[in-house]
């Protein structure tokens, strides 16, 4: 059974910075990897989806990148901004076409 | 992209009342999910919604509880029957497109907040 990890579980980061989350699978045999993010109370919103075949994908200030061999991804966000506080969850294709997720980086920018 | 409408965004019931949740969506689709979301957790999901036949459930989750419909490619319903408190969260509504769904992306609504009390 896929299972989804996300380190660090909070972040708090003075506004400018850059930084890193990490996701993490057990089962590497994956189609592709989306990140999404979600503010409180709130529903998903797709930042950017990884094919299995990709190493890396961006949108603005984010960049995405895939290891499959090695289970892993990370989203970097370039200078952070307090608009980009949110959780950040990371997300696999499980049985059935649904969807295993993480369970999140809640991230603070400090302005 | 897909838009898709969930509603109601939010809603405070009395326990042992039953809620309906609608999720519409602005184009067919072939697969359609439900979510929950407890809170400070991750999402679960709840089942597939099938067009036209019924759902398929995971683990844990039952059609007695949570009933779903799903009469055609762009419109389904979740029920959250007999409420009691522990049913608080967050519910989601979930899409992928009619090409290859394994490697298509998902798309959400805004998610439905339900308060039991």
């Known amino acids: 059974k896929q299972e989804v990890t996300q380190i660090p579980a909070a972040l708090s980061v003075p506004e400018g910075e850059n930084l890193v989350l990490n996701c993490s699978f057990t089962?590497?045999?994956?189609?592709?990897l989306q990140w999404f993010r979600q503010d409180p109370g709130k529903g998903l919103t797709s930042l950017l989806l990884?094919?299995?075949?990709?190493r890396e994908q961006t949108s603005g200030r984010l960049n995405a990148s895939l290891d499959k061999s090695s289970g892993r991804s990370t989203l970097y966000i370039a200078a952070s901004q307090p608009g980009d506080s949110a959780t950040y969850l990371c997300?696999?294709?499980?049985?059935?076409?649904?969807?295993?997720f993480g369970s999140g980086t809640r991230l603070q920018v400090q302005p | 992209s897909a838009v898709i409408s969930q509603k109601p965004s939010r809603d405070i019931c009395q326990r042992g009342t039953s809620l309906t949740i609608q999720c519409q969506v602005d184009?067919?689709?072939?697969?359609m999910f439900w979510y929950r979301q407890q809170p400070g957790q991750s999402l679960t999901l709840i089942a597939t919604?099938?067009?036209?036949?019924?759902?398929?459930?995971e683990s844990g989750f039952v059609i007695d509880k949570f009933p779903i419909s799903r009469p055609n490619l762009t419109f389904s319903t979740l029920t959250v029957s007999n409420m009691s408190p522990e049913d608080s969260s967050i519910y989601l509504c979930?899409?992928?497109?009619?090409?290859?769904?394994?490697?298509?992306?998902?798309?959400f609504g805004q998610g439905t907040r339900l308060t039991v009390v």
């Open positions: 979930s899409v992928k497109g009619r090409k290859r769904p394994m490697n298509t992306e998902a798309f």
């Open positions: 089962d590497s045999a994956i189609y592709n």
């Open positions: 990884i094919q299995s075949s990709q």
């Open positions: 997300a696999v294709p499980a049985g059935r076409r649904a969807l295993t």
């Open positions: 184009s067919q689709v072939t697969m």
């Open positions: 919604a099938n067009q036209g036949s019924e759902a398929t459930y």
